[in-house]
């Protein structure tokens, strides 16, 4: 809310002038609102960024301190360090009986009418690589609307008012959906690191940092939470470790394994954009693995999926799991109604 400063008194904006054209004298007036007002919009803008500074700063000097409280100078390819200290793969997803139940229950008939359906379902995959492609994008702040989204992956020119960086995220995106989708297909429920490389340098098209992990120079930093991510020279192998947990896990459930990855590769960072894209698709690449539906993080929920992370962070995976057990039933309703059969409560 923008609220007027003291020395500023509105009402003088608004005086109709004691002589001259009115007309001359009402044109005056507005212009002396909108001045009055654009210079309080650009003072919150200043403050904001101010705040912002501030909020950065600290976050660093957080980060430095950790780093050093935590490795003490050691230099540490492996990762052991960093999941010694957060308990990267000891915390789990902690689905509750109904929802894992519940989720079994509704595979079986989703199964049921895939077949049904001969499997081939055009018009909802089509749905949900809009439905994810803008809401995925959007939580990272790309402005592109949903409408513009569907125009984009209809094969039109992008808006003129968008940013080649705006469009080459949802054509990006989209391209990285598509693979996750064949990669699924095949039926192969390993994934390769150089799958991983291949979906984020889909999401980051037309970026040459598509595919690259961190650079030994570059710390992760998140400037809205004081978190310890991974060291650079530490992140591909930690990706390559998580990889194996997800191969060594395969006994575990599905929504399990796939929230579970999920938080841990937002929290690795391994890359220097596209980590939270990246994550929601190879996510989703476990859970299609299994024959379940994908999971889309509508923008609407954008705050409870940040915070819930941070929670998870201070080691509580609760939040962060209802969350994604809610949307799975969401998907599996859409599913149902595509498919004209009736969900299972």
Not at 214 to 219: T, V
Not at 272 to 298: C, E, F, K
Not at 307 to 324: A, E, H, I
Request: proline letters at 4%; one cysteine or more; hydrophobic letters at 40%.
């Amino acid at each position: 809310m923008i609220t007027l400063q003291e020395n500023e008194n509105p009402s003088e904006a608004l005086t109709t002038p004691s002589s001259g054209d009115d007309y001359v004298g009402g044109v005056a007036g507005v212009g002396t609102c909108l001045a009055a007002f654009f210079g309080l919009r650009v003072d919150w803008l200043r403050r904001q960024r101010e705040k912002l500074r501030k909020q950065h700063e600290e976050t660093v000097e957080y980060i430095q301190n950790e780093i050093t409280k935590v490795y003490n100078g050691t230099i540490d390819p492996f990762g052991r360090i960093l999941s010694n200290y957060c308990k990267l793969f000891e915390l789990r997803a902690t689905a509750h009986d109904k929802d894992v139940d519940a989720f079994n229950q509704k595979l079986m008939k989703l199964g049921v009418g895939r077949r049904a359906a001969g499997l081939r379902m055009p018009d909802l995959l089509m749905k949900l690589k809009i439905d994810m492609t803008y809401n995925s994008n959007a939580i990272e702040g790309n402005p592109i609307s949903y409408t513009e989204t569907a125009i984009i992956l209809s094969g039109f020119v992008g808006p003129r008012r968008r940013s080649i960086r705006d469009v080459h995220d949802i054509v990006g995106h989209a391209a990285a959906f598509d693979e996750v989708q064949k990669s699924a297909a095949v039926g192969n429920s390993q994934i390769s690191i150089d799958e991983v490389k291949l979906v984020h340098r889909l999401v980051l098209f037309g970026s040459e940092d598509g595919g690259v992990f961190q650079k030994e120079e570059e710390i992760a930093v998140i400037t809205a939470t004081k978190v310890l991510l991974a060291m650079p020279d530490e992140t591909e192998a930690l990706v390559q470790r998580l990889l194996i947990w997800l191969s060594k896990n395969s006994n575990v459930h599905p929504f399990v394994l796939a929230v579970t990855f999920h938080y841990i590769f937002v929290r690795i960072h391994p890359f220097r954009d596209g980590n939270g894209r990246t994550a929601r698709l190879l996510s989703n690449l476990v859970l299609m693995q299994h024959g379940y539906p994908l999971i889309v993080v509508p923008l609407g929920a954008k705050t409870q999926y940040m915070t819930s992370l941070r929670q998870w962070n201070k080691g509580d995976p609760g939040p962060f799991t209802s969350l994604m057990a809610n949307l799975l039933h969401k998907s599996f309703d859409l599913y149902f109604s595509s498919l004209k059969i009736s969900g299972t409560k």
